[in-house]
């Protein structure tokens, strides 16, 4: 095996130290063996890096050139440079002492002229991969297919009005597929990149929308055929980059999934940026999905309060960790997910070692988080205060109406009989301090 210490050669392996070191390239809190709630934290988080931000985003945007300089460009062929990117990547995955990775197609392998071509790229670069998976014993979380990128994917993948485009689209699944089922892949993704409209005059949107559900139904019967065991999931995002995603927000793919008969093998991947852009919290959509026992993975990011897109800042917030981690103790966990930072450094981030700066303080965050709504759990009248909202349906005629044995006549009678109801406290602000006194 080739040494992997060429990338980043002065980081070694990022260890424990415990929350009083002042060690920057230490964890504070991630202490991956350590058994919280019956689970060592390494088997709750499942961490993944996101190879699309880490390893291809070299931070342009709309107003500038990229800013990030990669060792791994070593070569003016993009095929040779995957290869370099994707030793660079391990080594850092192993630094790091993350267990799993996601990608695209197209991070992994540039496209080719033409189908058969972009097939053997894809090919190429996944032997390669085997080869460092199989050394490092770190694995594939999800793949997925870039189908956002190209040009002729400006009107969408499978929701394009062009049927030819819904065909290309369909090819680059299969071999990403393939790919992923190669790669011994526990989940496979589908983000509606540019499914949905720009504007609803030109759109049969019932049309669109019907076509994904084909489209899911074709990928998900391949996928089953070649070997895949694993989860699909979908990746909900109201907006960016058309105007409306038909995926709009946990709720509606829970809706798409149930009308187009794929709720036995679909289940949601739930980011934290994409909930706060339909205007939910982040804990507002992984709650929607776990309570529907469809919570699949979660792609941990942040956006800003002072504006309105995709800003996948790390998570560095502690209080949405906390609320995430407490829904994530009370629903049996994320498996055979996990915890995949889709999130990239700042522009001006260009330091090397800014990336393992960034994942050490998302894996940390998380990992404190997880005690604290460990803590609440076990430890305070939480459960007690809030399921003690819900008491007057624990038995009687509340029992009885949720057990939908009272029509509304019944229901009228009883109003009158009980009279006008107490005023009962919802408490918020005891739940607010609830949470800050665990932060110790
Ligand atoms: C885009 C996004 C994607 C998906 C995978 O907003 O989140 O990176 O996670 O296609
Ligand atoms: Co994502």
């Known amino acids: 095996m080739t040494q992997l210490n060429q990338y980043f050669p002065n980081i070694d392996k990022i260890k424990y130290e415990g929350p009083d070191t002042d060690n920057p390239m230490a964890f504070t809190h991630y202490d991956e063996d350590r058994k919280v709630a019956g689970k060592s934290m390494k088997d709750h988080f499942r961490f993944a890096v996101a190879y699309w931000h880490s390893f291809c985003n070299d931070n342009n945007d709309p107003f500038g050139v990229g800013t990030r300089i990669f060792p791994w460009d070593k070569t003016s062929d993009p095929l040779e440079n995957a290869k370099f990117r994707l030793e660079a990547a391990f080594e850092f995955f192993t630094k790091l002492g993350v267990p799993y990775y996601c990608f695209h197609d197209r991070d992994l392998a540039p496209e080719g002229q033409t189908i058969g071509e972009s097939e053997k790229k894809l090919a190429e670069l996944v032997d390669l991969a085997k ?75 019932k049309r669109e929308i019907d076509h994904m559900g084909a489209f899911l139904r074709a990928a998900r019967d391949y996928g089953r055929k070649i070997g895949f065991e694993g989860v699909y999931l979908i990746e909900p995002k109201p907006m960016e980059p058309t105007k409306h995603q038909y995926d709009f927000d946990a709720a509606t793919v829970i809706g798409f999934l149930r009308e187009q008969d794929l709720l036995d093998d679909f289940k949601l991947n739930v980011e934290g940026n994409h909930a706060t852009l339909a205007s939910h919290t982040f804990s507002h959509d992984v709650m929607l999905a776990a309570q529907n026992g469809l919570l ?119 109003a009158i009989k009980q009279g006008e109801p107490e005023m009962i406290s919802g408490k918020q602000e005891l739940f607010e301090n609830l949470v800050n006194r665990h932060i110790r």
């Open 131 to 205: 080869q460092y998976q199989k050394e490092t014993g770190v694995k594939l979380l999800w793949g997925t297919a870039n189908l956002f990128t190209h040009p002729r994917y400006m009107n969408g993948a499978a929701t394009n009005p062009d049927f030819n485009v819904v065909c290309h689209a369909a090819a680059q699944v299969k071999a990403a597929l393939d790919a992923t089922v190669e790669l011994g892949g526990e989940n496979y993704v589908f983000w509606g990149g540019r499914e949905g409209y720009m504007h609803l005059l030109n759109t049969d949107m």
């Open 296 to 414: 699949g993975s979660i792609d941990a990011n942040r956006g800003d309060y002072q504006n309105g897109w995709d800003t996948d800042y790390f998570p560095t917030d502690l209080y949405d960790a906390i609320q995430v981690m407490m829904i994530l103790l009370e629903h049996g966990g994320l498996a055979p997910g996990g915890l995949n930072f889709d999130a990239k450094i700042r522009r001006n981030s260009t330091d090397l070692d800014d990336l393992f700066h960034a994942h050490i303080g998302g894996m940390d965050t998380f990992a404190r988080a997880l005690l604290i709504a460990d803590d609440i759990l076990n430890t305070s009248d939480y459960k007690k205060m809030r399921d003690g909202r819900y008491s007057s349906f624990d038995e009687g005629d509340g029992k009885a109406f949720e057990d939908g044995k009272l029509s509304l006549t019944d229901l009228r009678a009883l």
